[in-house]
Structures are given as C-alpha cells and as structure tokens.
C-alpha cells in the first residue's frame, strides 16, 4: 500500500516568514495531492491541492509543488501570519486515500 | 459549497451505552463517505467507507459490530458506537465525496466524544 511520509513533525517561524513542509508517498499510482489544515478541535478544511498532470498550483500565500518522478510534494505559505497557525496534513490518493502523519506549524507574532 | 456537518459535535455518555453521530453532506450528494478516528496529536485513522445504499467497508482491526455504519441516503451517513467504553473515547470524523466524480474528500467538524 502508500505510504505518505510527512516533514517536519513541528515547526515554527517568525510572522512574516515562510513555511514549508514535505511529503513523500511511494505508490506511483497515486494521482491526487490535498493539503489541509486542521486547527484544534475541528476537522480538516482543504485549503489546496495538486494533480499529478501540474507542477505547481498556487493560491495567493500558498502554494503547492509536485515532483512526480522523485514522488514528493511540498506545501509552501508565505508571508505567514499567525492564524496560519495550525496542524498540516498532506494526503496523496490513487485506489485509496493517505493522510499524512502531520506538521504542526507555530506563527509566532 | 461543499459542506459537511456533524451532530453533535460533542457528547458524553456512560459505559455500555450507545451513540450515533450523524455525518450529512448539505450542499452536494455523496455517495461515498468515510470515518475516521483521531487521536491527540495524531493523523486521521480510517475506520470505515460508507457508499450509499450498500454495506460499509471496514479497515482491518476496526469492529463492524462496534461501530455501526449506515448511509442510507445521499446525505445522511451515521456511525453508531455500540456499548461504548471509555477506550473508545476519541475524536470522530467524517468526509464525504462529491457525486459528481471528484476524490476530493470535504471534511465534517468532528465529533468529541468522552465515555464516562
């Protein structure tokens, strides 16, 4: 089966800074790449994502990029603030769905 | 568009009782929805895939007799959590896919719940 590795586990930068967080899936059937954001007691919100025929999506301070042939893809937010404070899951889909182990990302003011 | 609810978004309840959790698409029809569990400071687990109209397809070492799954319409799913006990207290959630063809999963708000 996949298996979606997620980097780093936390992470904390200084408001206005970048973030940027990896993942890593095995099955090159996988095809579909969502990110979500996930803040503390509520379930996960799509807030952007990638298919396997793209490079690069890009959604005001977020951004998505897929390399298909090293199987990884990244979550970049720029210009962070500090309601971007949240835990991160990516996923990657083919017959199934794979979440990500997580990232939990700090926006300090 | 693309809203998911759930009901209740928290409940306690006493060992040995049961609790239903509604998962309802309100914008779109799904015919295919999931379950989850999470724990704190975990990633999501999945349970269960709930299609509508047939029988729930569990994931290895999930319970069907515990856990209880309908989808009895295109958007309306419940999980049922039978005789719970507090090891099955946890935060509960789940998604469903849009009819149209899409695999993206819209996610509810989740559920709390705490078993006395």
């Known amino acids: 089966g996949e298996n979606v590795e997620q980097h780093p586990s936390t992470l904390s930068v200084q408001e206005g800074d970048s973030a940027v967080i990896k993942c890593t899936y095995s099955?090159?059937?996988?095809?579909?790449f969502p990110w979500y954001k996930q803040e503390l007691g509520k379930g996960p919100q799509l807030i952007i994502d990638?298919?396997?025929?793209?490079g690069e999506k890009k959604d005001q301070r977020i951004a998505v990029t897929l390399n298909k042939t090293a199987k990884h893809f990244s979550l970049h937010i720029t210009e962070t603030q500090p309601e971007d404070s949240a835990v991160y899951f990516c996923?990657?889909?083919?017959?199934?769905?794979?979440f990500g182990t997580g990232t939990s990302l700090t926006v300090i003011p | 568009g693309a809203v998911v609810s759930q009901h209740p978004s928290r409940v306690i309840c006493k060992s040995g009782t049961s609790v239903k959790i509604e998962c309802r698409s309100l914008?779109?029809?799904?015919?295919?929805m999931f379950w989850y569990r999470q724990f704190p400071k975990q990633s999501l687990m999945l349970m269960a895939t709930?299609?509508?109209?047939?029988?729930?397809?569990?994931e290895q070492g999930v319970e069907k007799d515990k856990f209880l799954i309908n989808h009895a319409s295109l958007t309306l799913s419940t999980l049922t959590v039978t005789s719970a006990h507090p090891e099955d207290s946890s935060f509960y959630i789940c998604?469903?896919?849009?009819?149209?063809?899409?695999?993206?999963?819209?996610f509810g708000p989740g559920t709390r719940l705490t078993v006395l």
């Open positions: 996923a990657a889909t083919g017959n199934q769905f794979y």
């Open positions: 990638i298919r396997s025929n793209v």
């Open positions: 709930s299609n509508e109209g047939s029988k729930a397809t569990y």
């Open positions: 099955d090159s059937a996988s095809n579909y």
């Open positions: 914008d779109f029809q799904a015919t295919t």
């Open positions: 998604s469903a896919v849009d009819r149209v063809g899409t695999d993206t999963q819209y």
